[in-house]
């Protein structure tokens, strides 16, 4: 299993980025599906997720700046980030959960670092 991000890099405050995440998930579409956030020395974050079902959640901070979407037919869950924060500087994560059964997967991060 593997989860491949993309999409991070380094914009101004106000700007925007669109992160993906492939997954190589068989069955893709019965795993809940998150983006998460750590900065160093803080503790990982989620910051929004989406379920099998499409329903979504959000960090309280991100509300109406993030939106999470997914393509069950590309196995690919998306953040559009608009309106960054240079508090929205961190290393960003996908993970893949079905909580039922007890299985979580993680993919590797992508840095996104808005400056001031």
């Known amino acids: 299993v593997q989860l491949q991000a993309s999409g991070g890099g380094l914009v101004q405050a106000g700007g925007s980025l669109r992160l993906s995440c492939i997954a190589t998930l068989s069955r893709f579409t019965v795993y809940n599906m998150g983006w998460y956030r750590q900065d160093p020395g803080k503790e990982r974050e989620l910051v929004a997720s989406?379920?099998?079902?499409?329903?979504?959640d959000y960090l309280d901070s991100v509300k109406g700046r993030f939106t999470i979407s997914r393509d069950n037919r590309k196995n690919t869950v998306y953040l559009q980030m608009n309106s960054l924060r240079p508090e929205d500087t961190a290393v960003y994560y996908c993970?893949?959960?079905?909580?039922?059964?007890?299985?979580?997967?993680w993919g590797q991060g992508t840095q996104v670092t808005v400056s001031s």
């Open positions: 989406i379920t099998r079902l499409g329903s979504t």
């Open positions: 993970n893949a959960k079905r909580p039922v059964e007890g299985i979580v997967y």
